[in-house]
């Protein structure tokens, strides 16, 4: 608990703060916390926030109170766990959802204890000279290549990106632009052009499925795998985490 004007709590964070820059408040691997109030709600509901996609950012800056966090710098593993934090800390761990029932077949409500949820954390063994950049031997081709793990504002880059390519009618794939911004090298090439060529008319398919599969292996985050209670007491497992509507605002119809 922190002596900020709001009660506030500490939150962990899965990267442990161990790829953010020595001067980066991240470095601590915790960030604070407030509980939200009825300032956070409004945000939740502001339509302009809304229409725009930023209602989530603008709440999650509301809340975290740790001086000198921009939410651009965090990584996308993090920010989900500074998500739950903030849905556990507004309305509390129960998250009800509506899935279809396994035994009936049918659509019902069902619980989900997000305080199960656990963290996904980074194996320190994994990083070089403490910075935010691995290594990897594509599988097929032996091409070695380095990578980073993305953050919010190289999300935001590849969605523009993306964005920018469907408007003037050239064909994209959201997979492919993030590759681009996630390989930093190639055999040791740097140039981000040529790293751009190499994605675009030389990484195999092989290569890309097996490098997906170890980055999604390694990147710190939240364990999305989840139980769901129905009201008859069934408990369906390993269920993917649903991010509905009402994550953030429970009493909006599911």
Known sequence: MTNTQFPAEEVTLPSKGLLYPDDSPLKEGVIEMKYMTAKEEDILTNANYIKNGVAIDKLLESLIVTPGVKLNDILIGDKNAI????????????????????ET?????????????????????????????????????KRN????????????????????????????????????????????????????????????????????????EIQPGIHTKVNVEFNDGYIQSDVELPININFFWPDAAI
């Open 145 to 216: 290549i380095t990578f980073k793990l993305l953050t919010q504002l190289d999300e935001k880059k590849i969605k523009k990106e993306v964005e920018g390519l469907e408007k003037i009618n050239k064909p994209s794939s959201e997979g492919t632009v993030t590759l681009k911004h996630t390989i930093t090298s190639i055999d040791g090439d740097y140039d981000s052009k040529n790293v751009r060529k190499f994605v675009d008319n030389e990484m195999l398919a092989r290569d890309s499925r097996a490098f997906r599969k170890h980055l999604d």
């Open 83 to 102: 998500m739950l934090a903030a849905r556990i800390l507004g309305y509390g761990a129960e998250y009800e959802v509506k899935m279809i029932h396994p």
């Open 105 to 141: 077949g049918k659509e019902e409500a069902g619980i989900i204890n997000l305080s199960d949820v656990t963290d996904k954390e980074l194996d320190e063994s994994l990083i070089i000279d403490g910075k935010n950049e691995f290594q990897f031997t594509l599988p097929t081709s």
